[in-house]
């Protein structure tokens, strides 16, 4: 008769106790799974950045716009390996509510810039370099509308006009799909060439929305963000530069602080099992204390005793929410679609898992210390005499 | 002893012996008191935001910008256009005879969020000399009025509370100009508090953005006028401006993120609800075990099932109550009128307070009897059917 053994009927001796305590336990974990891993993905641009990556903005606001004289003048700074730019389209498919993240971009400097963060076909990207009507698609967004390669697709933007047409649409067709290449990379997105959106627009012609750029060094991130900004000092469009790191964070701070929402919450279903499952933990081991005397009796260790306590709590708390992580786990494939750009990547990935199990141990631990103190501590005489 | 006194005196004994069952009793007032505190919070922050929104526009003022562009600060609006509204039918005219139209420019600039230290984006607003005239509620509280053309600000009072760099008297350089910020206003609370006011002739000149406008606003005459307008501006193709009243353009903004808020909180505080129920039915189930002798032997006295039921079901009820009340306390203390920003319709921090209203306490309540009523309902049917032969103390 193993400890194991004795430990599982313990627990199970009061079935719908147990269950409930289950259930419990079950309920924060689900929440913590779900909403770990949707904070971690919410807050990936900050720790998902590459380290030698750089934004270059018009020093007013991001959304200011700057000549595109500049990005010449950036790409001579020294420790700038390659820079692109990227233009925000405002786009949507057929209805506003079809509402797509588009950027007109310089496609084969861009493409190198962010080469580790999507996975393109090699012939798709070709194609895509190729051809100035093309747009690369994330998969995404190619789920969400049916598209196909070789779709030819209208976007409509709610800011420029196309001169050429004099309606707000753009025709494009569709040259690749690309996956994401790594870990907490969203591909809710589009990209299609500056060239051809920038000799048909109504306004803004040669100005670009940000610069992007990758240093050759991350050491020297702050001496070329300095000697970018120095560069354009006092001139009419004066840039701020920083990591993309750092303007991710700035960009997600703004939505508000989904990290301390995330924090109360679990933390109050938290505080939640740990009354009820201490409560009930307590109780059921005062309710055996006859028992522990005869066991005691027996010539049952003090030490295995405790052993048994604690081994019953920490089963109960490795039950409940080892369920409660695949509940989860479950849970963000469902979500995942449905939360798009905002918490790219969202699933339930090893760092919330690792944490979870740490959370299991600390809640055994935690509920089963008071019960088998009170069981060590217990003489057998009066354990023997207690009704 | 008719039925009624006998449930009386049940549930009497109930509720005098919770005591004894102090620490799991109270764990089942710290779930549901947890539970209902986040579903408040989730509730408040939404209300707060949508009534900032909500109250922020009125139904005779009317809003026009080009059409799809959704919010203004997608939009533009050529001077011609504006001259073409300044004569458009139903415009209120003031005394001299000028008509009450603004056409407006709305620039994003950075500001630091004082919580964070991040930077956020604020909305610097070019005004047209009516546009006072046009919005209500309109108080300047600290300092002077800019001066027409002038590189001059003044600041809302939510922005000034949320944001650091616009302080009164301030320098700030934005682009090649230094701006001064000469005044400080209040407008009730509502989306233009979050902004910097300015000159337009200024905000276009020296964001070299001359003669080009976002929103053109103006006073009609009624709120039915609103709608004639946007025939009119349909009817005549050097217009084609989508018209509509500003109370109805915040309120199609005060949906977007204030539902998305919302809908987080209900499932959230079901998710939780479930735990806070398994806590429930843990307490009640031990509070009937502890009282299995008690019941019986009032049975053998005479007493019947059903004061053992309501008994243990008044019992489960009055423990979610307090803990609901307890979690609308918490609410209360931690978050109501809590100021907060995040981004409104065009793309810039709206500075808002979280709501508690009596409305939104009760559905936290209800959750809670609702918890009470599940978590009290199956111990209850066990206490009605607890066997006579209990009562001789099996053990």
Redesign the interface.
Known sequence: MGDLYLIRKNLFRKK??AV??M??I???F??FGVLGSFERAFNSGETGASATRLVVNN???F??PMPIAYLNRVRAVEGVRVASHWNWF?GYFQE?RNFVISFAVEPDTYLDVVGTDYAFVPEEKAAFLADRGSIAVGDAVAKKFGWQVGDRIPL?S??FTNRSTGN?TWDFTIAAIFTPARDLVGTDVVFFHYEYFNETRS?GRDFIGSIVLETTDPALNDKVADAIDALFANS???TKTVTEAAFN??FA?????ITLIVT??VG??F???L??V???M??AIRERTREIGVLKTLGFPNGRIFRMVLGESLLLSFIGGGLGLAAAYGACIFLAPLVGGFAPGLTLALPVVLAGVGFMVLLGFVTGVIPAMNALRLNIVTALGR? | MSLASQIVTVTAINLRSIPQRMWVSLSTVVAVALVVAVLLSFLAMANGFQQTLRGSGAPDVAILLRGGAGAEINSGVSRDQLRLIEEAPGVVRTAEGKPLVSGELYVIVDAVKKASGTQANIALRGLGPEGFAIRDGFRLVEGRMYEPGAAEIIVGRSLLDEFAGFELGKQVRLGTATWTVVGVFEMGGTVFESELWADVGAVQSLFRRTNFFQSIRARMENPEAVSALNDYSQADTRLKLAVKSEQAYFADQAGGAGGFIQNLGWPLAVIMSIGALAGALNTMYSSVAARTTEIATLRAIGFGGIPAFVGTLTESLLLSVVGGTVGALLAYAFFDGLTASTFGGSFTQVVFSFQLTPELVVQGVVLALVVGLIGGLFPAIRAARVPLVAAFGEK
């Open positions: 719908t106790r409930l305590m259930v419990a079950f309920v924060a689900l929440l020093k007013i606001n959304t200011q405002g506003p409509t709610n800011i707000r306004f009419p469009f004066e964070k700035a701070e703004q939505l508000g602080n109360l919450v109050a279903a505080v939640t099992i009354m009820i201490g409560n009930t307590v109780m009704d």
